[in-house]
């Protein structure tokens, strides 16, 4: 009998649902990038340990191989399939006797060398489980199985430490979910003692507001002191406390979960969705980093506590994240990301900035700038949007949870379900969910659509037949007899809204996308990768002003021009989306630290009033998003 808390939304298993549309175009541009070669020339993938080679031995494999995976079955691509195979029978083929698998020791960056560190293996046990179900391996389960014990043996032993100990929870997610193929107990006991030897994260935000409200200095903090304020850590942290409440069954936990969100965003949120953090906690400003890795972590944690909790408005927040940061993060070829993006980002250059502990060359893009980690972890973000687009409910029904350009087909009611949605959102504002077919089986069931609390004047109607109310920022309910043609028409009207910001900015938004002020810029080549030209590491500089205010609040009737999205979704030579505003120049607002400066507050304005386009923060290089008003 499963001891588990059941799922509120239970994902489907990779391969149930497909791109579609500009999604599929973005993932073909990330197959074609960095994820799709980084195994043929950057060591520390290529010539991995985990595959047998003398490279590094630790996490940044198993990352790639974690992105890699559900980007191969989603874009069904025998190349990236058979790169992903040689992996998965490298790591089964090195499984010992007393069940471990892969590289007993690695040295890497700063915590020297470490004896049977576990942290890797629960970005193993992530890759593996998609691998399984995609493909049903008959190997995949008793194999994880065997490793887990071996890790619950050396808990005993050994007690989680550094990076596994901060990051207990997605040992936790592997655990349960090898629990839930094996029934054997002895696998919640391993759960029981990696939360009870994992730091605690619900102490640390209960005490949260007393010390950790602003930005950070840790330089002369112990490594143990850094590790709960690293921005990546905390975007994983979110996750934990509601993956042990499927086994604790203790409200409280699940409710932790929620008030660490609550208090990241509160205090380090930023206007593209995520909190701040370069490389640790770094408050509000517009000008502080945000990690690419924190980036991948923050949405795979929100798939997972949208999955436990089911809560509509999580759906609201991935998209925020997904739709800007995500993007924003790496070139449009994605073949170099950042390590550090800025919501206000006039200028990427090698300079040291105001980060808390990051190096000169993180906010440039690049190939490896600053850590590797960013460059082994980036490829999880888009394939996974995905995996979570659609998830099954208690009442053996489906729900739309993330809303993009998509097909699924599965099990429902014992009847075989195809259903496409044809959509250019978030650039659109309407969605057609199509019932293509339905085989054997009931076809009665209930599908939920998750309504945008944003969404203020949303409306739904089925073959045409208008559907009297829909409530935002809940899930939409349809139960019925669901033929073959049936057709969901869901319109969520898109206008110029504003947010407030620190010291009096703004940031207007439009639906679930930042709107920014591209900034023309000149890119400079820095270095070029020996073994594949591709990878560089790039210089932008601004060749135009950016130092503009708007020139009102009042922008909410603003020109909005929508064209459909272009081969490469996210970029500013094409934009799907562009909104008219008015603007005039802040001469006195300039460059602080080689960013810059904070928004002035209540600025007198200078020279004529002009009319500008902002377009979808993800589409930019250089930007503004975080706007002065005009007195």
Not at 35 to 45: A, I, N, Q, Y
Not at 259 to 288: T, Y
Not at 335 to 342: H, I, L, N, P, S
């Amino acid at each position: 009998m499963n001891q588990l808390q059941p799922l509120a939304l239970r994902p489907l298993p990779l391969g149930s649902i497909l791109p579609r549309g500009w999604m599929e175009n973005q993932l073909r541009i990330q197959a074609d990038g960095l994820t799709g070669h980084l195994d043929e020339f950057w060591p520390s993938v290529a010539q991995s340990r985990w595959i047998g080679g003398p490279g590094e031995g630790w996490e940044r494999g198993p990352y790639w191989l974690d992105g890699v995976v559900p980007l191969a079955f989603l874009l069904d691509s025998p190349r990236l399939k058979a790169k992903a195979q040689k992996w998965v029978d490298a790591i089964i083929a090195s499984q010992d006797e007393d069940g471990w698998l892969g590289p007993r020791d690695d040295e890497h960056v700063g915590l020297g060398e470490k004896d049977h560190d576990p942290w890797p293996l629960f970005v193993v046990f992530k890759a593996l489980i998609q691998w399984q179900e995609a493909t049903g391996d008959e190997r995949i389960v008793p194999a994880l199985h065997r490793c887990a014990l071996a890790i619950g043996k050396l808990l005993h032993e050994k007690p989680l430490d550094v990076w596994a100990k901060v990051r207990w929870g997605d040992l936790v997610w592997g655990l349960h979910w090898i629990y839930e193929q094996t029934d054997d107990e002895r696998l919640l006991s391993i759960a029981q003692l990696a939360h009870d030897q994992g730091f605690d994260w619900k102490s640390h935000f209960a005490d949260f507001e007393r010390h950790y409200t602003q930005k950070t200095n840790v330089h002369t903090w112990t490594e143990d002191e850094k590790l709960p304020l690293h921005v990546v850590n905390n975007a994983m942290a979110i996750k934990n406390d509601a993956a042990w409440s499927r086994q604790s069954r203790d409200g409280s936990d699940l409710k932790s979960s929620f008030a660490i969100l609550e208090k990241l965003l509160r205090f380090h949120g930023l206007a593209n969705g995520m909190h701040s953090g370069d490389e640790h906690l770094a408050g509000k400003s517009p000008v502080q980093g945000v990690e690419t890795c924190a980036v991948v972590e923050f949405l795979f944690s929100l798939e997972v506590l949208l999955s436990i909790a089911g809560d509509v408005m999580l759906g609201d927040r991935i998209e925020r994240v997904a739709f800007n940061a995500l993007p924003a993060a790496m070139t449009k070829s994605m073949w170099g990301r950042q390590y550090d993006q800025q919501p206000n980002q006039v200028w990427c250059s090698h300079a040291r900035r105001d980060w808390v502990s990051n190096n000169a060359d993180s906010n440039l893009f690049s190939l490896e700038g600053n850590f590797g980690c960013c460059t082994a972890n980036l490829h999880q973000g888009w394939p996974k949007l995905v995996t979570h687009a659609w998830m099954g409910t208690p009442d053996d029904g489906l729900a739309f949870c993330l809303l993009q350009p998509c097909a699924v087909t599965t099990q429902v009611r014992g009847a075989r379900v195809e259903i496409e949605v044809e959509t250019n959102y978030p650039f659109g504002e309407t969605l057609l969910i199509r019932i293509v077919s339905i085989e054997g089986g009931a076809k009665t069931f209930p599908l939920r659509v998750r309504i945008p609390a944003w969404a203020r004047a949303a409306s739904a109607c089925i073959n045409g037949e208008n559907i009297d109310s829909v409530e935002i920022g809940t899930w939409g309910k349809w139960e019925r007899e669901w033929k073959n043609g049936d057709v969901i028409e869901l319109r969520l009207p898109q206008s110029v809204r504003v947010e407030e910001r620190e010291n009096e900015a703004i940031t207007l938004l439009c639906g679930p996308l930042v709107l920014a002020l591209p900034i023309a810029g000149e890119t400079i080549v820095l270095r070029k990768n020996a073994l594949e030209p591709r990878a560089q590491d790039l210089e932008v500089r601004p060749t135009e002003a950016w130092n503009f205010a708007l020139s009102s609040p009042r922008v909410r009737d603003s020109e909005l021009l929508r064209s459909a999205p272009a081969a490469t979704p996210f970029s500013s030579d094409d934009p799907p989306l562009r909104a008219r505003v008015m603007v005039r120049s802040v001469p006195e607002w300039g460059l602080l630290n080689d960013s810059a400066a904070p928004p002035p507050a209540s600025t007198t304005c200078e020279g004529e009033i002009h009319e500008v386009e902002l377009i979808p923060y993800g589409s930019t290089v250089l930007r503004i998003c975080e706007f002065p008003v005009c007195e």
